[in-house]
């Protein structure tokens, strides 16, 4: 048997997942605390302000176009790598994404109206479970679950992607790169179709920023700790900065979010992690998780503060502390029963058709 060089391991990438869906997180359930009247001296209203939250989903996006091509090493130029890509993609977004989505859809069919949103038609519903741009009722281009607007993108950059692996690695990157950015540059003159007006949207090059953040890595180019806090510190005002997010979000939030995971990805060799970065990693594996379920204990929470009439100013601190709390605890708990479960099971499987 032929030894393998140690895979490097990138825990502060995952941390940087984890803090993505921690961001989102925090500013839905900071809102709808303001929203109820739990923030009578502005505090939470005042955090919100100083850096826009909501640019975690840049940082998935940047993390998503670079994980694509580091992980994907081993399925360039291969036969069967675009489709053991695809099945993987499809196996880690698609079954937690469809028992959310039938779980909102069935909490409005109750009549739950804490929960926001309204049911469309079926051609609604079901381009809702197949990542298709869809208008809802009120004409907002969102899935049933309205988080899923940015999975949206994510398949629509998973499908792009997938052909390309059939080439070496820095082909592939600057081919689906290439079309990803003639989709912007002509994609919102394309009047006939919704869906691709919708994916043309400039946010996708962020997954491009992502993709060259990985070819640098496969040079085994790294940077020194003072170089990632500078990058850090860079990001962190930049955002600040344009916290109120007037301009192109690529730029003004795509850039720091690539400068974070730049500093990020771009460390030292590290083969071996310690206890503490085990459980950042771990964090991160329960990002999507996070990403997908906060809404839920966000608005159980919602609806027991309603009942008990706490709206003072400790009751909303509280409320955000244990929705996050809440909502990280269940994270982690479909992350261990349901995701790794389902991933260990599709390696296997990969494994075993690599073999025959």
Same mark, same amino acid.
């Not at 826009?52 to 994907?72: M, T």
């Not at 040079?219 to 109120?244: E, S």
């Given at each position: 048997?032929?030894?393998?060089?140690?895979?490097?391991?990138?825990?502060?990438? $995952?941390?940087?997942r984890?803090?993505?869906?921690?961001?989102?997180?925090?500013?839905?359930?900071?809102?709808?605390?303001?929203?109820?009247?739990?923030?009578?001296v /502005?505090?939470?209203?005042?955090?919100?302000?100083? !850096?826009?939250?909501?640019?975690?989903?840049?940082?998935? @996006?940047?993390?998503?176009?670079?994980v694509?091509? %580091?992980?994907?090493?081993?399925?360039?130029?291969?036969?069967?790598?675009?489709?053991? @890509?695809?099945?993987?993609?499809?196996?880690?977004?698609?079954?937690?994404?469809?028992?959310?989505?039938?779980? !909102?859809?069935?909490?409005?069919?109750?009549?739950?109206?804490?929960?926001?949103?309204?049911?469309?038609?079926?051609?609604?519903?079901?381009?809702?479970? #197949?990542?298709?741009?869809?208008?809802?009722?009120?004409?907002?281009?969102?899935?049933?679950?309205?988080?899923?607007?940015?999975?949206?993108?994510?398949?629509?950059?998973? #499908?792009?992607?997938?052909?390309? #692996?059939l080439? $070496?690695?820095?082909?592939?990157?600057i081919?689906?790169?290439?079309?990803?950015?003639?989709?912007?540059?002509?994609g919102?003159? @394309?009047? /006939?179709? #919704?869906?691709?007006? !919708?994916?043309?949207?400039p946010v996708? &090059?962020?997954?491009?920023?992502?993709?060259?953040?990985?070819?640098?890595?496969?040079?085994?180019?790294?940077?020194?700790?003072?170089?990632?806090? &500078?990058?850090?510190?860079?990001?962190?005002?930049?955002?600040?900065?344009?916290?109120?997010?007037?301009?192109?979000?690529?730029?003004?939030?795509?850039?720091?979010?690539?400068?974070?995971?730049?500093?990020?990805?771009?460390?030292?060799? $590290?083969?071996?992690?310690?206890?503490?970065?085990?459980?950042l990693?771990?964090?991160?594996?329960?990002?999507?998780?996070?990403?997908?379920? %906060?809404?839920?204990?966000?608005?159980?929470?919602?609806?027991?503060?309603?009942?008990? %009439?706490? %709206? $003072?100013? &400790?009751? /909303?601190?509280?409320?955000?502390?244990?929705?996050?709390?809440?909502?990280?605890? &269940?994270?982690?708990?479909?992350?261990?029963?349901?995701?790794?479960?389902?991933?260990?099971?599709?390696?296997?499987?990969?494994?075993?058709?690599?073999?025959?």
């Amino acid at each position: 048997m032929t030894g393998r060089t140690p895979q490097k391991i990138l825990p502060w990438v $995952q941390a940087l997942r984890a803090l993505a869906a921690l961001s989102v997180a925090f500013v839905h359930i900071a809102h709808d605390d303001i929203d109820n009247g739990g923030d009578p001296v /502005g505090v939470f209203g005042a955090i919100t302000k100083f !850096f826009p939250w909501d640019a975690g989903v840049d940082i998935f @996006f940047v993390i998503s176009g670079f994980v694509i091509v %580091h992980a994907s090493a081993r399925l360039f130029a291969t036969r069967t790598g675009p489709l053991i @890509f695809l099945r993987r993609r499809l196996a880690r977004i698609v079954p937690l994404y469809w028992i959310m989505t039938t779980a !909102f859809i069935a909490v409005l069919l109750a009549g739950r109206t804490e929960i926001n949103g309204d049911i469309g038609g079926p051609a609604y519903l079901a381009a809702s479970y #197949l990542f298709i741009p869809w208008p809802r009722p009120d004409g907002v281009v969102q899935p049933a679950l309205g988080l899923g607007w940015t999975l949206n993108y994510e398949m629509f950059f998973y #499908l792009v992607f997938t052909p390309f #692996l059939l080439l $070496q690695k820095r082909a592939a990157a600057i081919g689906a790169g290439i079309l990803l950015g003639a989709i912007v540059a002509f994609g919102p003159d @394309f009047a /006939g179709s #919704l869906a691709v007006r !919708f994916w043309a949207d400039p946010v996708i &090059l962020e997954f491009l920023f992502g993709m060259e953040i990985a070819l640098i890595l496969g040079q085994n180019i790294t940077l020194p700790l003072w170089a990632r806090l &500078l990058l850090v510190l860079i990001a962190g005002v930049a955002f600040h900065l344009d916290a109120a997010g007037h301009g192109i979000r690529p730029l003004i939030y795509g850039l720091p979010a690539a400068a974070l995971v730049a500093a990020a990805a771009l460390s030292p060799v $590290q083969t071996v992690i310690s206890r503490a970065e085990a459980w950042l990693v771990r964090l991160g594996d329960a990002s999507y998780a996070m990403y997908l379920v %906060h809404p839920f204990v966000m608005r159980g929470f919602t609806v027991l503060w309603r009942k008990i %009439h706490a %709206h $003072q100013e &400790l009751a /909303g601190t509280i409320y955000v502390i244990a929705g996050l709390v809440v909502a990280q605890s &269940l994270a982690l708990l479909i992350n261990a029963t349901l995701e790794k479960r389902l991933n260990f099971w599709l390696r296997r499987r990969d494994v075993m058709n690599e073999a025959v």
